[in-house]
């Protein structure tokens, strides 16, 4: 698997296209994937971006479009020439499903070809203990998914899953989740492929939500973290627009690319088993913010905080609280929260020299006022390189759906802009 990558062609001479026939397959990819990032491209923008010839690229477009994967989207006329062919991916031309397997619920996407959402579903995670009947859900729901949204399953590309790590990336398999409780090592891919008969890629809900975040329009030069709030809090990295996977790619090891836990969210914090103070993993996660609320009397006390869902509606409750109540309690748990956030984000952006932190995750909604009012403020008054250039502050443009969104972009992306030889042309 590689990671989606949105550098501009023109810069990276060792993706500009040749006529070798070997290479055909390549050469439709690299064309299709310059469509999607171009839209309204024509046939001389898209030679002089490959260099490719107008006949090779002509030739291309045909099978292309023959396909079913690009059309026409108009015609610019320009001085006596005849005019010029512009053109567009066909959105409805493959589709991709995403799921984001969180501790509270399961989400489902259905992305066609453009990256647009064309259906998307959520049900609770199951709560027996262990994954059996998990599967059995997922399979059912693919099933409404495609009969609600009347597409075919032959129109899929691929499957993309979301997941809280571990991650053994080599054989698409979590290994003892700790936010899911009752699973050991579980093969997701194989066991997915299997029942659905479709081809599956696994990746971390962090990742997945960077992936998702940068997918639908990409610039080319994104240089961004997703700080990801669920049960856990990570992130996902995206450095020069290419999606960072870390040593957990090579066989045998587990992605731990993205644990934040120990990065210093509060210096005046608890001592971390780490030997740190004030480490996110015991300061700010969703679950430990709810544990200082009860001991604060700011939340009622009885909260089970090994249950996400309990942790999401007390979250829910907190934020209620401060943001339309007024409560001074709240309100100062939830901002000490936020500096924890900033304090990360910036971490990030003095090591990673970023343009932008982004929040989002399930647990992000709790947070977003108190974070979006201090964390802008905050990071770009401590930034190191403050005076070189700004870091944007926001949360996810895409919503609450980013991970699922960000899993089936990942599965079109490696299916049919990253892989030529999963390009079957019919
Ligand atoms: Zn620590």
Redesign the pocket.
Known sequence: MTSPSHDSTTERPDRRGTNLPRVAGYNQVLVLDLIRRFPGASRSDLVRRTGLTMQTLSNICHRLSAAGLIRESGRIQSGMGAPRIVYEVSPTGRYSIGLHIDPARLSFELLDLAGNSVHNLTVPTPAAPGPSHFFDVIETQIGVLLEQSGVARERIAAVGVATPGPLDVEHGSVVGPPQLPGWGTVRLRDELEQRLALSVVVEKDSTAAAIGEIWRAPRGTENLAFIYLGSGVSAGLVLEGTVLRGSGRAAGRLSHLGNI??LTADPEGEL??????G????SSLPSRIIEIAMERGAVSPGVDTDDARAVETALATLSQMAEQEGDAAATAILENAARGFARVGMQLANLLDLDSIVFGGPQWPAFATACLRIAPTMVNEQYIARSDHEVTVRGTAIGGHVGAVGAASLAMSETMFDAPAQLYLR
């Open positions: 836990g120990h971390c088993a780490c030997g740190g103070r480490c996110v993993s015991v």
